[in-house]
């Protein structure tokens, strides 16, 4: 049977527009957790971030709120002074790519499934609300680099495979990013710690899809006994999930 092992923290907002009224980023202080193998999760102001470093780049998993950016980038350059290469969303919603136009700047290639840049092309609807964002979401936020079901990226030493959850969950463009080497998994939304799952219905969520999802991370992930390691399943939400 396998066991999942929740270490929790303060819960952040389920999910949010790009453009949303945002808390005081100013105050909020990243901390990076080390999983071994030169990949890190950073927690601050918004979504986890996952960052897999190699020697000639880095693979990044979401990016959170604009002001987070820059103390992001600061946090990992503690770590490794390669460039971003590859910045991966793991779907749509603000708190989870809000800051990609600051890493794509500094050219990084921005990823995503196909359905997510589908959504950033269209007017951002807040879920909890119904209310449109009349700002449009800045060209370098929309992922250049997309893919329906499969991809694989590599730097030097990280190798991350990009997988469709095989239906709409969280959303109809979360993506699940699996660190094989190192059994690290980066869920997105797809799978949450602090809070019941979040199906966000008008942005293509559904129930079904969110279980078909979390069966998928289950597959994937290696159940072993926690003093051998095991697998690290990073939520979306502030927390992490040892298997």
Known sequence: MRQILFALGL??????????????FSK??????????????????????VAAAGSDGVILIDSQAM??????KAALA?????????????????????????????GAIVVGQENERKRLLLPQK?????????????ANEIPTLTYASKMTLRVNGQTAELSYPGKPAHT?????????HADVIAAGDAFLTTTFPVIDVANGGSTQGFIDGLNRILDLAVPKHLEEGGTYIIPGQIGRAHV
């Open 172 to 180: 109809d463009g979360d993506l699940i990013v699996h660190f094989r």
């Open 28 to 49: 909020i202080e990243v901390k990076l957790t080390d999983l071994g193998h030169n990949i890190y999760m950073m927690e601050g102001g918004g979504g986890n971030v």
């Open 78 to 106: 503690t770590k490794s002074k390669a460039p971003i290469k590859f910045l991966v969303n793991t779907h749509h919603h603000g708190d989870h790519v809000a800051g990609d136009p600051f890493f794509a700047n500094e």
């Open 67 to 72: 002001a987070m950016a820059p103390k992001l």
């Open 126 to 138: 807040n879920s909890a609300t119904g209310e449109i964002d009349p700002n449009p979401v800045p």
């Open 11 to 24: 819960a952040a907002g389920a999910f949010a527009p790009a453009h949303a009224q945002a808390p005081d």
